[in-house]
């Protein structure tokens, strides 16, 4: 199914936002590192001759270079994640998710978000690549699944991982090949079956987020 023009923006849009919100939370952690361990050094380096003055002069503006880099870097993550937030159904910015933070930073998850705003279907290869991860990661969801859907096929499994990784709508739309309407029919088909209740997507997207 040709993905519509509307749809493609926002599948961009969205990925766009997403890895740069990555690329940012890494550079932070590094930075933090950075200034954790320049400050050690500083605090060494004070210890020591006069003739290291200089040098703990050069290690000062680095430490204070750092925090002015990661105050502007703490600054665009929250308007980052306030606008990956805008995407999902309950409003959740990406620290609040609770997804492991191997799983958040997978190099697969973005190759997928990409692949997926070109209006490509994921391939057999990276499907099962993200089986596999998800068995590592988060062991007990599929079992979960099959443990309260005993029927469940091979392609709802792989719906309800996406829907547990944040693919949005639209994203998922790509993956499956469906519309739109056919992701929100398949939310409210799997919470039945899941629960026995009637719900819509964003019933369906939470119970999902609350296991494993």
Not at 156 to 177: P, W, Y
């Amino acid at each position: 199914m040709k993905m519509d023009a509307a749809n493609r923006e926002l599948n961009s849009r969205y990925v766009d936002t997403l890895l740069e919100y990555n690329r940012t939370k890494q550079e932070t952690t590094l930075l933090r590192q950075w200034h954790e361990d320049t400050l050690q050094l500083v605090g060494q380096l004070r210890q020591e001759h006069e003739k290291y003055t200089e040098t703990i002069k050069e290690l000062s503006n680095k430490v204070g270079e750092y925090e002015n880099r990661i105050k502007q870097n703490e600054t665009d993550l929250k308007k980052q994640a306030i606008a990956i937030a805008a995407f999902q159904k309950d409003e959740k910015e990406p620290e609040l998710w609770n997804l492991q933070e191997g799983l958040f930073n997978l190099p697969l998850l973005s190759r997928l978000h990409t692949c997926i705003a070109k209006g490509k279907q994921p391939s057999d290869g990276q499907l099962k690549e993200l089986e596999t991860a998800i068995e590592g990661l988060l062991p007990s969801f599929v079992p979960k699944l099959k443990e309260l859907y005993p029927g469940i096929n091979h392609a709802n499994v792989l719906f309800c991982i996406f829907t547990k990784l944040r693919f949005i709508n639209s994203e998922r739309a790509v993956i499956f090949n469906i519309s739109s309407q056919s992701v929100t029919n398949r939310c409210a088909f799997l919470y039945q079956k899941f629960t026995g209740a009637k719900g819509g997507a964003g019933d369906f997207e939470q119970f999902i987020q609350q296991i494993g």
